[in-house]
C-alpha cells in the first residue's frame, strides 16, 4: 500500500509533492514541506499555516494512527487557497 503527497488549488490545478510513499512517511514528509513554506511565507498568512500544521501533527504525533495500517485513511488539509493531501494509490 503507497501512498501520494500532493496539493491542489481551488482553480482545479494540482501538485504532485511525493509518490510511492507509507502512509507514515508521507504524513512526515507533508509536515516538513508545509513547515518550509511556512518559514517562507508572508506574516500575515502565518496564522493559516500554525492551523494547517497542528491539524497535520495531531495525524503524525498520534502512535495509534501511525502505527496502525487500519487507520490509515486519505486525508486533506485545508487552506484558503487549496488544499494539501495524502491519497493511497
Known amino acids: 500500500m503507497t501512498w ?8 482545479g490545478e ?4 511525493y509518490h510511492d ?3 507514515p512517511d508521507g504524513i ?5 514541506y508545509v513547515q518550509g513554506e511556512a518559514e517562507q511565507s508572508e506574516e500575515s498568512d502565518m496564522s493559516e499555516f500554525e492551523t494547517l ?8 504525533d498520534d502512535p495509534g494512527i501511525m502505527d496502525d ?14 488544499h494539501f493531501y495524502i491519497l493511497e494509490d
Not at 494540482?14 to 509533492?17: F, K, M
Not at 512526515?28 to 516538513?32: F, G, Q, V
Open 21 to 23: 510513499v507509507t502512509f
Open 53 to 60: 500544521l497542528a491539524d497535520i501533527s495531531d495525524i503524525k
Open 69 to 82: 495500517p487500519d487507520q490509515w485513511e486519505d486525508e486533506e488539509f485545508w487552506i484558503e487557497d487549496g
Open 14 to 17: 494540482s501538485a504532485l509533492l
Open 28 to 32: 512526515r514528509k507533508l509536515y516538513e
Open 4 to 11: 501520494s503527497v500532493g496539493f491542489a488549488t481551488n482553480a
